[in-house]
């Protein structure tokens, strides 16, 4: 299977811990997006990422989160002192080019519940 | 502030009949318009996409159609199918982000 993977598909974390996120891209795609889904919401955008470089993060809290793509390995999300409205389901996508218009291959998103 | 609306949370439809999903958006600065459809526990999935300079694109069952005065897009699906029945997000593109909407749930009827 050479479409996005997304781990683990379920986190749960109690208030205060962190959560990490990983999404690996689709084979030969370099343009990574971050997106958060609340119950009975769209998908709203968090943050775009080429390999080492953020390009856009205006989606994103100020506080507690953060992203990264690094040269190897996945793209990570990380959630530093979870609070119960984090939690939500959390979807990775990814693309070939930059071109406007080219649909993003989503994973299958990692369900985060904060107790 | 929701730039792109789909103001029906739900729709059912008789299989073989069309199913016509709609879409509002407030940026006349979207460039690109897509259709996603997304089962339970799974990602989105592309269906089609149209460019604002066009007013209508299609692709075996699905025809989307956009109106750029009316800052309106839908999708079309005919016949539709019970393999139809998902969650169908429209998303609106500008510069390096899109904006979905909050999804409309389709249910087709054998």
């Known amino acids: 299977n050479a479409g996005v993977m997304q781990n683990p598909r379920h986190l749960v974390r109690r208030r205060g811990q962190e959560a990490r996120l990983r999404c690996s891209p689709m084979k030969g795609h370099s343009h990574v997006y971050w997106y958060r889904q609340l119950p009975e919401e769209g998908l709203k955008f968090m943050v775009y990422?080429?390999?080492?470089?953020?390009?856009?993060e205006s989606g994103m809290p100020k506080e507690r989160f953060s992203a990264e793509f690094p040269k190897e390995g996945p793209s990570i999300l990380r959630i530093q002192q979870v609070v119960r409205g984090d939690s939500a389901a959390y979807f990775c996508?990814?693309?070939?080019?930059?071109?406007?218009?080219?649909?993003?291959?989503f994973g299958d998103g990692t369900r985060l519940s904060i107790l | 502030d929701q730039q792109v609306k789909q103001n029906s949370p739900s729709l059912s439809v008789q299989e073989g009949r069309i199913s016509i999903l709609n879409c509002d958006y407030t940026?006349?600065?979207?460039?690109?318009f897509l259709w996603y459809k997304k089962y339970p526990a799974e990602g989105p999935t592309f269906l089609i996409s149209?460019?604002?300079?066009?007013d209508k694109n299609e692709d075996g069952r699905f025809t989307v159609f956009l109106n750029k005065s009316a800052k309106h897009l839908s999708l079309h699906i005919v016949p539709s199918q019970p393999g139809d029945s998902a969650v169908y997000f429209c998303?609106?593109?500008?510069?390096?982000?899109?904006?979905f909407g909050t999804g409309t749930s389709l249910t087709v009827i054998p």
């Open positions: 149209i460019s604002s300079i066009k």
């Open positions: 998303a609106a593109s500008a510069r390096s982000q899109f904006y």
């Open positions: 996508a990814s693309s070939q080019y930059r071109e406007m218009g080219q649909p993003q291959h």
């Open positions: 990422l080429q390999k080492e470089n953020i390009i856009d």
């Open positions: 940026n006349s600065m979207f460039d690109y």
